[in-house]
């Protein structure tokens, strides 16, 4: 993903109070989405690695008035910095690749730890759409998914 030209992806950054560990742990806990992350219905883990977490997951979700299901391999090469997904199968989308970027804060106190968390994705839907309708579609998707992913992991690591 790191040598698509900037306009072929969406890319979006906020700032967690929580540690590289505790955001990495949200990532990786797909079973909850349906809980926080709006438009998806239902998850289930297919394949996982030696310690548990997930190689390849199917979700079922909502969006622009569609059900869509699609299947997500897991890369955890890099972990706890780096949670990437890409599609394998999928009805709706053509093309699915998304991760997560975490990185110690240099906001971050002796306190408090605090991680920039980096938030890539590129969608192309099989269904043709105006390029204004999934601009928009996109850019709600990244705000809700970077503010839910957010709260998601400072309640949880209080």
Request: glycine share 6%; charged share 25%.
């Amino acid at each position: 993903m790191h040598d698509l030209p900037a306009n072929e992806h969406t890319v979006v950054l906020t700032t967690v109070a929580a540690s590289i560990e505790a955001c990495f742990e949200v990532g990786i806990d797909l079973e909850s989405y349906p809980q926080w992350v709006q438009g998806i219905a239902s998850v289930e883990v297919e394949e996982r690695d030696l310690h548990g977490r997930p190689l390849r997951a199917r979700f079922e979700a909502t969006g622009i008035g569609r059900q869509a299901a699609y299947v997500l391999a897991y890369d955890l090469s890099e972990a706890p910095n780096r949670l990437a997904w890409t599609m394998v199968e999928g009805d709706l989308t053509s093309r699915l690749e998304g991760a997560y970027l975490f990185e110690p804060s240099p906001t971050a106190t002796a306190d408090e730890e605090m991680t920039d968390v980096t938030y890539e994705l590129i969608v192309d839907l099989a269904v043709p759409l105006p390029g204004y309708v999934k601009r928009r579609a996109e850019d709600k998707i990244l705000e809700a998914a970077l503010q839910r992913f957010a709260a998601r992991v400072e309640a949880r690591d209080r």
